[in-house]
């Protein structure tokens, strides 16, 4: 999980950002991405791709990775944004802007699969980087997190579509509201079953 983050402070660099995003294949609610920058020497084994961990573990990691972290931010883009712009630029978008909210600056970024040109940084989108670079990890535990909070919030203002249970996913209870109440401000209209096409 650190031999990525090893051989680019090997070659001189010293503010790696790990990056990943939250939130890409919902039909409701926002993609939230995060970046995140380790301190030098930092490890903790429980950190993994937000997808192998439980609730609880990636709450409690969220709190970790938060008073650990050299520098964190996130970026969100809403729904009518995503709508607007597709679903890999709006991701794209969400990075940029977690990026650029860093201080110190990163100079080499490390992805999870998307690559993301910004202000000439060298970065490198390394497939399933989420389970295989630290940095990474740990930036999809706070992007996830941080989406999951976001959706728990829309539940109460829009409690007949159940966001707190599924966070925007397709799934049969999600739909089944869909189709007895129509769609709300947050869905993503351009997404199936909104747009059959």
């Known amino acids: 999980m650190y031999k990525q983050e090893q051989n680019l402070k090997n070659?001189?660099?010293?503010?790696?950002?790990?990056?990943?995003?939250?939130?890409?294949g919902p039909l409701a609610g926002p993609v939230v991405a995060a970046a995140v920058i380790m301190p030098d020497g930092y490890r903790n084994e429980l950190i993994n791709d937000s997808k192998q961990l439980t609730a609880m573990q990636r709450e409690q990691l969220f709190v970790e990775i938060s008073n650990n972290a050299l520098t964190y931010a996130v970026g969100v883009i809403t729904p009518s944004k995503i709508d607007e712009m597709g679903i890999l630029n709006a991701t794209k978008l969400a990075m940029r802007q977690a990026i650029n909210k860093l201080d110190p600056t990163p100079d080499f970024i490390l992805t999870d699969a998307v690559p993301v040109n910004i202000m000439d940084i060298p970065q490198m989108p390394i497939?399933?980087?989420?389970?295989?670079?630290?940095?990474?990890?740990?930036?999809?535990?706070?992007?996830?997190?941080?989406?999951?909070?976001?959706?728990?919030?829309?539940?109460?203002?829009?409690?007949?579509?159940?966001?707190?249970?599924?966070?925007?996913?397709?799934?049969?209870?999600?739909?089944?509201?869909?189709?007895?109440?129509?769609?709300?401000?947050?869905?993503?209209?351009s997404f199936s079953p909104f747009n059959s096409g």
Do not use: N
């Open 11 to 24: 070659k001189g660099y010293q503010h790696i950002a790990g990056v990943d995003e939250a939130g890409r």
């Open 127 to 189: 497939i399933k980087g989420d389970e295989k670079v630290f940095s990474i990890a740990a930036a999809s535990i706070i992007a996830k997190v941080h989406r999951d909070h976001l959706m728990v919030k829309y539940d109460k203002k829009y409690p007949k579509y159940s966001f707190g249970d599924h966070m925007g996913y397709g799934t049969e209870v999600h739909l089944s509201a869909i189709k007895k109440h129509g769609a709300c401000p947050i869905h993503r209209k």
